[in-house]
């Protein structure tokens, strides 16, 4: 595994309490405000108890790149009627097909859940105006219903789209890939990832000639989060169907951060 270190870069003069900074992670810069590493700093601080000033802090990270052996879909339908009791029986009758067409494509029901449901009335824009609403009228009714899926088959993935479309989906866009055994993954990133923070308190050490000691405490913070990717979904309704959906898991990041306080020898 290739070590990424963080460098952090602060303007000449000024200090963390007010300001932002850049890291550069693996080639890549990423403006951050100091008040979330200053929450760091103070909580690794507040777990060591009175702080000898002999010490370095250091941040550490590691990240592990896998393929990815699962994948959630967001696959939604959404109805306009003039009433709201119209526009329920059709999201229903819609939404209906829909699980009975993910079903088909091999989807257990307890891989299926619904993340939103909403009832939205419908109002003009305002005589005259090219934006706002006339909230006195209301014209009809919008009604959505939103499903997360989770495909354990990547290779069925496309499919489950494909069939979702062709039975009336038309609100998703969105598909996140993961790892099933996440969490023995993460372990191994926070291990290297203490690992890291050492080495970089010891380029800071060796700069002033001291030598990095005992771990005197340390912290991780959140780990990198599977992330949502926005595909554009055809829209089966205006008849835009495609001969199948194509998709691409490629590989996903498993990483972790610490902050850890070392004694100086």
């Not at 003069?13 to 810069?29: F, R």
């Not at 079903?103 to 005589?127: C, E």
Request: charged share 20%.
């Amino acid at each position: 595994m290739n070590r990424e270190n963080a460098t952090a870069v602060l303007p000449p003069g000024e200090t963390l309490a007010d300001n932002s900074i850049n890291i550069g992670l693996g080639g890549k810069m990423l403006r951050i405000t100091c008040l979330c590493l200053g929450l760091g700093l103070m909580a690794v601080a507040a777990a060591a108890g009175p702080m000898d000033p002999k010490t370095v802090i250091a941040a550490g990270y590691a990240e592990i790149l896998v393929k990815p052996d699962i994948a959630s879909l967001k696959i939604g339908v959404g109805t306009i009627e003039r009433t709201s009791a119209k526009a329920l029986d059709a999201n229903l009758a819609a939404m209906r097909r829909v699980l009975a067409a993910i079903k088909a494509a091999g989807v257990n029901d307890v891989d299926i859940q619904t993340s939103d449901f909403s009832v939205t009335p419908i109002h003009p824009t305002r005589q005259g105006e090219s934006y706002g609403y006339d909230v006195s009228v209301t014209v009809g009714y919008g009604v959505s219903d939103t499903l997360i899926v989770t495909v354990r088959d990547l290779s069925k993935v496309g499919e489950v789209i494909d069939n979702a479309i062709k039975a009336g989906a038309n609100l998703s866009n969105s598909v996140t890939f993961d790892v099933s055994n996440r969490k023995n993954l993460e372990s191994k990133a926070l291990a290297d990832a203490v690992k890291d923070a050492r080495h970089n308190a010891q380029i800071m050490a060796d700069a002033e000639n001291a030598k990095v000691g005992k771990l005197v405490a340390v912290s991780n913070t959140s780990p990198v989060e599977p992330q949502w990717v926005t595909h554009p979904i055809p829209n089966a309704a205006r008849g835009e169907y495609m001969e199948s959906v194509v998709v691409v898991e490629g590989v996903i990041p498993v990483g972790m951060q610490v902050m850890a306080v070392y004694a100086l020898e």
